[in-house]
């Protein structure tokens, strides 16, 4: 399991895209994630400000409740991503016809008239493939058939996604307030549970 896998991808608040550090452990979060490891270099602490109280509560977790966990992965049919047309990249900007609106307005000396803009199907956006890691894929190319797929850890509903990256020999979790924390590989997490 590598940590740097929890990252963020493309999201906008940017410190998630990239680890940080707090007491010594590298940290990644994707907002419904966290996982950290603890490194023998020192790094300098450079975790945002704003998460930094949060997370150092949430790392402060009971080692004693670990329990062997092991299950079967549901079987995830993937498709080729239709954003990034399967290449992992694409580049979103602004459409400059309608201004982002996705509907441009006309007028003449009787009426107005809006209609959905034809540069760019009513998006707002123009996405060109190459660039930017494709949002839609993590860069990957590929998407999830199914985004819904989601399956219970100790008593915990957790996307497959993220099943997926915990998923294999030496997982110990357990549950707390709704969220499943998860130990393997020196990596510890903690995810958070989907409503039923
Ligand atoms: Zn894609
Ligand atoms: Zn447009």
Not at 108 to 117: G, L, P, R, S
Not at 128 to 150: A, P, T, Y
Not at 153 to 164: E, F, R, S, T
Request: charged share 30%; hydrophobic share 30%; proline share 2%.
């Amino acid at each position: 399991m590598n940590v740097l896998d929890f990252c963020g991808v493309g999201d906008i608040r940017t410190y998630l895209n990239e680890p940080f550090y707090i007491d010594g452990n590298i940290c990644c979060s994707n907002g419904h994630i966290l996982a950290w490891r603890h490194q023998n270099e020192i790094g300098t602490d450079d975790a945002p400000s704003e998460m930094k109280q949060r997370v150092r509560e949430m790392m402060n977790i009971d080692h004693s409740k670990f329990k062997p966990v092991s299950f079967d992965l549901p079987v995830i049919e993937m498709r080729k991503c239709r954003v990034c047309e399967g290449t992992g990249k694409c580049t979103r900007s602004i459409c400059e016809e309608c201004d982002g609106d996705g509907e441009v307005e006309l007028c003449n000396d009787y009426n107005c008239y809006c209609d959905e803009c034809k540069s760019c199907d009513g998006d707002g956006q123009i996405i060109s493939i190459g660039g930017d890691l494709c949002e839609e894929c993590n860069g990957s190319g590929e998407v999830q058939k199914d985004k819904h797929i989601r399956l219970k850890l100790c008593d915990v509903i957790i996307q497959a996604k993220y099943a997926k990256l915990i998923h294999g020999d030496g997982l110990e979790c357990f549950k707390h307030d709704e969220m499943l924390i998860f130990k393997k590989d020196g990596v510890t997490g903690i995810i958070v549970g989907c409503r039923e």
